[in-house]
């Protein structure tokens, strides 16, 4: 058994974990019943992505420093997670939103802030397949990586500085009753265990393919043929 | 320092000579805001009524797309010559070479503004005013310097002409926010012009800060 079997072993039990507590000890929600349950794994993942997001960050930051290769893979493998917990954090509060709001979508400062925060980093993967493989597509990708990061709590606080007649803010604002909280924070540090594991094998996977030599470089028209990449 | 700003106005007098000399982008770009109206008009159908409403939607639709053409012809010339290497190669610093055709970059979508705002005055019944035109081009010069720091990046890329919106937009959006809100007040809407126009300030200095910082990572190679 590899490690990282047993990190993903871990991490599926934990999370089975999670969905018990969600489905089996948590109490139901007075107001909105059985839709609230979403909650739980709705606003971890968000917390989840936005770690995933800070990851890549301090990785691209690291990058432009030091041009480690290493760098560049944690910040390859975060953005790649992050993206997933995002389309998942968006996915399930649609589904939040129909029952309790009436509609998939509101133009809401946070969904609009989460949905900018998608687009960013899934232009920053796109970039990633695009640019020349090695060194030019790493600069660039921690140049938009580090942007990203700084627009995303921006585009959140200017629209809501104006937009104040959204609905008020879907996490807690009283306490929760001790059973939600303890449910809430088991999910949280279950999907952040989740989170982790799923980097950490990407971080394998793209060590892997920086091993493997790449073929023949395709030279897309107008880009000048380059010096292949020296070996790590 | 003295020597850096030397080199960024040699180098955006170098674009705009090249622009007067060709005439090729601005006459472009005041044809596409026109046509952005007309489709507008299509689109919502707009009338006495509703034109207000719609004219701040409109402007930055317009302007933001506009923008998108004006930074990807930004390195164009430059990609087709290779002459950017050659500018590479001087002992000049990469932030100065990067801030003349940014700015030379900004001077042409403000040309296209000059048409764009007079235009839409003129067919939507909007007022033309002081805080009107202080806020977009307050927009435009940190929007130019994100367009342009994308535009120099995608420039080497494959599929520049599709990634070029996708990495630039999300980024404009706090301009479009803080801008859209100033515009709608100075047509004639109620909220805070000083607030938006301060934030898009802020955001400015944020983000040319930022981008020169940025630059030398996007040009050097």
């Known amino acids: 058994m590899t490690r990282y079997t047993r990190l993903t072993g871990a991490a599926v039990l934990l999370m089975l974990v999670a969905g018990a507590l969600i489905f089996f000890y948590a109490p139901e929600d007075f107001l909105q019943k059985e839709p609230q349950r979403i909650f739980y794994l709705h606003v971890s993942a968000a917390i989840a992505a936005f770690a995933c997001f800070a990851v890549v960050l301090g990785a691209s930051v690291a990058y432009l420093r030091t041009e480690s290769p290493r760098a560049d893979r944690l910040a390859r493998a975060a953005a790649l997670v992050g993206v997933v917990l995002t389309t998942v954090t968006l996915g399930m509060g649609m589904l939040y939103a129909k029952p309790i709001w009436g509609a998939f979508w509101t133009w809401d400062a946070r969904l609009t802030s989460t949905l900018v925060l998608w687009i960013i980093y899934a232009g920053y993967l796109l970039l990633r397949r695009l640019a020349e493989p090695g060194r030019q597509a790493a600069r660039f990708a921690a140049v938009v990586g580090i942007f990203g990061f700084v627009d995303v709590p921006i585009v959140y606080f200017s629209v809501t500085w104006w937009r104040t007649q959204h609905p008020g803010p879907v996490i807690v604002t009283n306490a929760l009753p001790p059973e939600m909280l303890l449910t809430f924070l088991v999910t949280m540090a279950c999907t952040l265990f989740l989170a982790g594991t799923l980097v950490a094998i990407r971080y394998q996977i793209e060590t892997l393919m920086d091993e493997v030599p790449s073929p023949a470089p395709s030279h897309p028209v107008g880009a000048a043929p380059r010096e292949p990449e020296p070996a790590r | ?221």
């Open chain 2, 1 to 221: 320092m003295n020597r850096s700003v030397a080199v960024a106005v040699a180098v955006a007098r170098k674009d705009l000579t090249s622009e007067w000399r060709t005439r090729e982008l601005v006459p472009a770009l005041g044809q596409f805001v026109v046509l952005a109206l007309v489709i507008a008009n299509f689109g919502f159908q707009i009338d006495s009524q509703n034109a207000p409403v719609i004219a701040p939607g409109v402007l930055w639709l317009a302007l933001v797309f506009a923008g998108l053409v004006a930074f990807g012809r930004a390195f164009a010339a430059e990609r087709e010559q290779a002459s950017l290497e050659a500018m590479l190669l001087t002992p000049a610093p990469a932030a100065a070479i990067f801030a003349g055709k940014a700015m030379a970059a900004a001077l042409l979508l403000i040309a296209c503004e000059a048409v764009l705002l007079p235009a839409l005055a003129l067919m939507f019944g909007t007022p033309l005013n002081v805080p009107l035109v202080a806020a977009v081009l307050i927009a435009t010069v940190g929007m130019a310097a994100l367009g342009c720091l994308f535009a120099a990046m995608v420039a080497r890329v494959r599929s520049r002409e599709v990634l070029l919106p996708l990495l630039t937009l999300p980024l404009w959006i706090p301009f479009i926010v803080a801008g859209g809100q100033a515009v709608q007040v100075a047509m004639g809407a109620t909220g805070n012009y000083n607030q938006a126009v301060a934030l898009l300030i802020d955001f400015d200095i944020l983000f040319v800060v930022l981008t020169s910082l940025a630059a030398r990572f996007v040009l050097d190679d």
